[in-house]
């Protein structure tokens, strides 16, 4: 994680901050189907957990959870960084994730990450991310993003598209 | 050459592919993933759109399969690094991917992915890697 005084949005004030912040993370359905939580809110850092589950298995003879798990969980978690990153929270989109696997995470361990936007302009959010069971020092994987912000969302916008 | 059957079956040997809902069609030697909409899948309920890690994974899933066809070799390979850029949200409609190996060297193979839904000429995302292959 990068150094320096984070970025602070509305998110990051007030007690409720980290109940929005985990019903945040409720309100997506996928975030939802892999049980991923929020820990703790810092500034524009957020730490989250991913719980081991058998169906998110990616390699059956060691039980090593999937890469995509590990994927969507930081793509979320870096999502949230670059919102709690914003003076008034709205949408944000994904422009581009990368992401480091250094190792398979232990078999049978909730996986944790924490996730830093540590550069915020008025379009585009930088965020770092990590993955881990016990200490960043010892990462599953890294990731770096870039988040397109206030992305205008219409409601049900991609209902009508899909139509077509 | 891996069958069709011998695709599927080791795909459905994989717990996260059910948990998605991923299914394989193979045509000569070239894969194609399709992952059928499903409610789970969605990261932003409002527009709404698939998550991007979802669709990530389902780029990534495909890089492997692919690799393991094209290198004609059962294991998975271990996937190194990726790089995801989202072009369009993706619509709750069924979405495809198909994955190009670049080159498969002794020890690392670069593959390139590109995820789509209505047109293949339209992709939602795109996926470069590189992976760890597997000892045969």
Redesign the interface.
Known sequence: MGSGDPPKGDYGKGGDALERVRAMMQ???????LGLQVMKIEGAKVWGRAPYK???????ETGV?????I??????LSGMAAVLAMRKPT?V?????????MR?AEPGRDVLAEAHCYKIGKNVAFVRAVAYEDSPDNPIANAAAAFMLNTH???????R??KT | MIAQERLTSALA????A???GVRAELKGDELTLVLPYS???????????L????V???M??TAITQLAISSKNDK?A?????????LR?G???DTYARARVVKIGRRIANVQAEAWQNERSQPIAAMHGHFLVAEP
């Open positions: 309100w997506t359905p996928q975030g939802r189907a058998a169906e998110l298995i990616g390699d059956p959870i999937a890469g995509g798990v994927t969507t969980f930081l793509d979320q949408t989109a994904t422009i581009d994730i990368r992401i480091d696997y398979g969302v219409k409601m049900g916008a991609n209902l598209e899909a | 040997r994989i717990p996260y059910g948990f998605l409610e789970h899948l969605v990261g932003n309920p409002l527009l709404p759109a998550h991007g890690g979802v990530g994974a389902l990534e899933l998975f271990k996937t190194i690094d990726i790089g995801v850029d989202y949200s619509k709750p409609i």
